[in-house]
């Protein structure tokens, strides 16, 4: 009897959290601020980023080291070239990242969403697929994103033609 009533109850929360179908955009949205003070120098590497949650359980972890070097829980290590290190270091240091932001409006739990985590020296931010729009996060969070999986800056190998 205890066992059939813990079964249907994990099955209600299951299905619960399915019932509210939302439409949220692929790029990061803001939960909140873990606010940070600047570092006197404004430092933002090395740099911390993962992505966890969905709907598979997606565990990804990107870790950037102050010369460029891209450590991925993906088995990718490779260095970033000067021009994305660059960009990178210029979507980092704007300011509207250091401001406080609102919180999601969906309630605690944003259901099977993406949760993302940025830390830098000078400041660190989660965000969760539910919550306002935060345009600066966002272009950090899809530029982080091209690199948990493939070196950008990485040429392909030629390709052979047909003979």
């Not at 601020?33 to 966890?52: E, H, I, K, Q």
């Not at 891209?70 to 000067?82: E, M």
């Not at 940025?118 to 272009?139: E, G, K, M, N």
Request: one cysteine or more.
């Amino acid at each position: 009897m205890l066992a059939s009533y813990v079964l249907l109850l994990t099955l209600v929360t299951g299905i619960s959290g399915c019932a509210t179908p939302k439409i949220s955009p692929p790029i990061a949205r803001h939960t909140s601020p873990a606010a940070s003070g600047p570092s006197a120098t404004g430092d933002v590497l090395p740099l911390d980023f993962s992505r966890t949650g969905g709907l598979a359980g997606v565990s990804e972890q990107l870790h950037v080291d102050t010369d460029g070097t891209v450590t991925s829980s993906q088995q990718n290590r490779f260095r970033l070239g000067a021009d994305r290190l660059a960009e990178l270091k210029q979507l980092l240091a704007d300011p509207a990242l250091k401001t406080p932001v609102s919180r999601s409006t969906s309630g605690p739990v944003c259901s099977d969403g993406y949760i993302y985590r940025v830390h830098t020296p000078s400041w660190s931010r989660t965000a969760d697929d539910c919550s306002p729009d935060q345009p600066a996060f966002d272009r950090v969070v899809q530029l982080l994103l091209s690199l948990v999986h493939t070196n950008p800056d990485e040429t392909p190998p030629p390709s052979r033609s047909p003979r």
